[in-house]
């Protein structure tokens, strides 16, 4: 059975910390994706991590994937008040289809 | 603008009725999905289908259906109600082969209230 986990699941921070969310998984995959989901909302694409090694930014934050370790991290640098929002890793299955989530990391950012 | 669209926002339903929740992509994707999200769990794949009457059971099928008579269009339904399928349901489409690097693009969700 495919595993994502995420930590932490919880995350209050203070306006210009920086801080780093991290995905583990337990299948060989070389592709992960991140979201974003604002409270009330749907799920919005953040990141499509495709090869090991792979590094993407969009503002201030940042993804990498070290497909030999399983784990993906999400860095925040910086942090706003609008990057508050529920942020959510997935990995496709063994069908190649679906996406299997962690169970999301709710971040605050703080005055 | 790529656009999967589910039919209602918000429902309740009563407790042994049977519910349909629609949902229709516009982006001519082969696959799609129905997602539950309940708070502690993330989000939980219940069926998915790859082509047109085409289905596979996801994680927690039970007690759910589904129907995909068209490619545009995916049903999710919950055969006869009950308070433990109260929760938010996401619906997603992609193309092929998410191993191939695409990511599912969401549905604005649903909130089903099973009173």
């Known amino acids: 059975e495919l595993k994502v986990e995420q930590n932490p699941l919880f995350l209050s921070m203070q306006e210009g910390k920086n801080y780093t969310i991290y995905c583990n998984y337990s299948?060989?995959?070389?592709?992960l994706y991140w979201y974003r989901q604002d409270p009330g909302k749907s799920l919005e694409s953040l990141f499509v991590?495709?090869?090991?090694?792979a590094v993407k930014q969009e503002g201030r934050l940042m993804a990498s994937l070290d497909t030999k370790a399983r784990l993906s991290t999400l860095h925040i640098t910086a942090a706003v008040h609008d990057l508050s929002a529920t942020y959510f890793c997935?990995?496709?299955?063994?069908?190649?289809?679906?996406?299997?989530f962690g169970k999301g990391t709710s971040l605050l950012v703080t005055p | 603008d790529v656009k999967v669209t589910q039919s209602s926002r918000y429902l309740v339903k009563r407790t042994g009725e049977k519910v349909f929740l629609e949902c229709v992509q516009d982006?001519?994707?082969?696959?799609m999905f129905w997602y539950r999200q309940d708070p502690g769990l993330g989000l939980r794949l219940i069926y998915f289908?790859?082509?047109?009457?085409?289905?596979e059971k996801g994680d927690i099928p039970e007690g759910y259906s589904v129907s995909r008579e068209k490619k545009e269009r995916f049903s999710l339904i919950l055969e006869s109600a009950s308070t433990n399928q109260t929760s938010m349901y996401l619906c997603?489409?992609?193309?092929?082969?998410?191993?191939?690097?695409?990511?599912?693009?969401f549905g604005q969700g649903t909130r089903l209230t099973v009173v």
């Open positions: 982006m001519d994707h082969e696959n």
């Open positions: 997603a489409s992609s193309s092929p082969s998410l191993s191939g690097g695409t990511e599912a693009f």
């Open positions: 299948t060989t995959s070389d592709r």
């Open positions: 991590l495709l090869s090991n090694g």
């Open positions: 289908s790859y082509d047109v009457k085409m289905k």
């Open positions: 997935a990995v496709a299955g063994a069908s190649g289809y679906a996406l299997n």
